[in-house]
């Protein structure tokens, strides 16, 4: 009875905070641009750019169209792809054809949160896409968290695909 | 309006060009009257630029709208708003020899399981999970022999970022595959016997818990709940797996606490360590078994298509009768290799010591086989297994099982 009374005490909400919310996505595209970023540009997802999108993900992209920032040789993306029941919501940058930065911005999954902190996207840093549009190099996985860790290695390589049908494509020097 | 000669002169050049030579015979405009013709030709241009312009605005109204839609429906897999669905099932091929001569040949719908998932709002859940076994039941147990069993039933709370409590039936955190076991992320058709014999997997119990995640890759979870009842007479005395109450009229005279820490600050490692204890693992006092603590340890380390796993699980059960019937001690380990030759192709082998109380549950074994990943959801499964009895080699087994198994 002693430990009921323990835990019960210990199940009062403590505080009313917003759990999952980690970055909004215009503080990290702020963030990524130093507070001074480009207009957002679309991608329409159609035809084979579709066809390559389903691939990748492995079912129909949710989406018509993507958001993007873009300058010089850098562009941001904010997106999102469901690991077990909730969305996961990742901010991901390439630059010169390569992953500059994962972050993840929104986790709601009950499962697998470990995939939200810097030791697990680090990763992906300096990471591009091969011609079969699999990632070059390979992610290590935490054992349940794989949905999680599914869903963000598609998103990076839903941005890479992306980035490569921008005007931001070029390998700038 | 005046207009510069050398245009004038220009359109009409065009203007003669473009009419050719079979309207050579007609009668030649004048000047005046092409000058006309381009003027509406250019209010015509002038029109559909706008309209371009309103068909742009109409499509990117049409894209904002469906974006919305799109984003107002997200949900889990099967699912639409705030309630999800989800499931895993697997049907098993068995072909096994028994070291007396005898085979066992079955098939088996082992496993159908649907999960619900319902968000009531952004910091309250309720996860719900039906499983029907090896085909459903039937009154009298025949044919259908199998169970129906609710192994999840509770609401989660966030309590703030880091910390989280629930309340209900839920899965204990023990093991590796008890909360984790759909059949596309464990190698081999079966469970492996550590994770059945000693840790009574799937295991599920009514209570309350708390749970904190941190940043550097730690966490921790702590559960108040309904303990086991294990049966003191019979062939499965003191037997560990038939102590599960399945919360059905569970008798709750003397409760259990399950606590776990578990690190996975480094990618592709877990470390993970439990405790179980019970002060009746009986429920009853005075039949010679009394207290129990379970204590169980794993390693994962999983590094590019290469992953190890180690087990240990240990059960001390105090009491005199329990000590006579040398189930005092009941523990197990077991150690898995495995390869990713391609994406959707890896190869295992596994090794378990088993040590129970029935003379059935104290053996060796080896499994050795493959999963195929036809899609990163659905896995074809098969596996050798060769088991020695410690004690009664009428017991040793050896064949194949084959298994199709999804999730979604």
């Known amino acids: ?173 | 309006m005046k207009y510069p000669n050398l245009l004038k002169k220009s359109v009409l050049l065009t203007a003669l060009t473009a009419t050719g030579l079979a309207q050579a015979a007609a009668p030649t405009p004048t000047l005046e009257e092409l000058w006309s013709v381009i003027q509406a030709q250019q209010k015509q241009i002038e029109q559909l630029k706008k309209k371009a312009v309103r068909t742009d605005e109409k499509v990117e109204a049409t894209g904002e709208m469906l974006e919305q839609q799109v984003a107002n429906n997200q949900s889990g897999h099967g699912g639409k708003g705030k309630t999800s669905i989800g499931g895993y099932g697997e049907l098993h091929y068995n072909n096994l020899e028994n070291g007396d001569g005898s085979k066992d040949k079955e098939i088996d719908l082992h496993r159908f399981v649907l999960f619900f998932g319902h968000e009531f709002n952004e910091r309250t859940r309720f996860v719900g999970e039906l499983e029907v076994e090896h085909g459903g039941v039937e009154a009298d147990g025949s044919p259908l022999g199998g169970e129906v069993e609710v192994e999840q039933a509770y609401v989660e709370f966030d309590i703030n970022d880091e910390f989280s409590a629930k309340g209900g039936v839920f899965l204990l955190p023990v093991g590796i595959i008890n909360e984790t076991h759909e059949p596309p992320t464990f190698y081999g058709v079966e469970r492996n016997p550590v994770e059945n014999v000693i840790i009574p997997a799937t295991w599920w119990a009514g209570g309350a818990s708390v749970s904190g995640n941190f940043a550097n890759g730690i966490s921790a979870d702590f559960a108040v709940h309904s303990g086991l009842k294990v049966p003191t007479t019979g062939s499965s005395a003191f037997r560990i797996r038939s102590g599960r109450q399945k919360i059905s009229n569970a008798d709750a005279n003397d409760l259990a606490m399950t606590g776990r820490v578990k690190y996975t600050g480094v990618p592709g490692l877990e470390l993970s360590a439990s405790l179980n204890y019970q002060s009746d693992i009986t429920q009853a006092s005075g039949d010679g078994a009394d207290d129990a603590t379970l204590l169980q340890a794993h390693a994962i380390w999983n590094r590019g298509p290469f992953t190890a796993k180690a087990l240990y699980a240990s059960w001390n059960i105090d009491g005199d009768a329990v000590k006579a019937a040398d189930g005092d001690k009941q523990d197990g380990y077991y150690v898995e290799g495995s390869y990713k030759l391609t994406k959707d192709f890896g190869i295992f082998a596994r090794y378990n010591d088993v040590d129970g109380i029935r003379v059935q549950d104290e053996f060796e074994q080896i499994d050795v086989g493959f999963n195929w990943w036809p899609h990163e959801d659905v896995v074809v499964k098969v596996d050798y297994v060769d088991r020695e009895n410690n004690n009664d080699g009428d017991r040793d087994l050896d064949g194949f099982n084959v298994g199709i198994g999804y999730q979604f």
């Open chain 1, 1 to 173: 009875m002693r430990l009921f009374t323990l835990l019960l005490i210990c199940l009062l909400p403590i505080e009313a905070l917003s759990r999952g919310v980690y970055q909004q996505p215009t503080d990290f595209i702020n963030d990524v641009f130093q507070n001074n970023p480009p207009a957002a540009k679309r991608l329409w997802i159609t035809g084979e750019r579709k066809k390559i999108s389903n691939d990748i993900l492995g079912h129909p992209p949710r989406s018509l169209r993507v958001r993007y920032w873009g300058q010089d040789s850098r562009t941001a993306w904010i997106l999102e792809e469901i690991g077990k029941e909730k969305p996961i919501t990742v901010g991901i940058v390439i630059n010169k054809n390569r992953v500059e930065r994962v972050k993840v911005l929104i986790f709601l999954e009950s499962r697998g949160w470990e995939v939200r902190h810097d030791f697990f996207t680090e990763q992906f840093k300096n990471i591009g896409l091969q011609s079969n549009k699999e990632l070059d190099k390979s992610i290590d996985g935490i054992s349940g968290a794989t949905l999680s860790v599914r869903a963000l290695k598609k998103l990076s390589r839903l941005a890479l695909y992306l980035h490569s049908q921008t005007d931001f494509a070029h390998d700038a020097s």
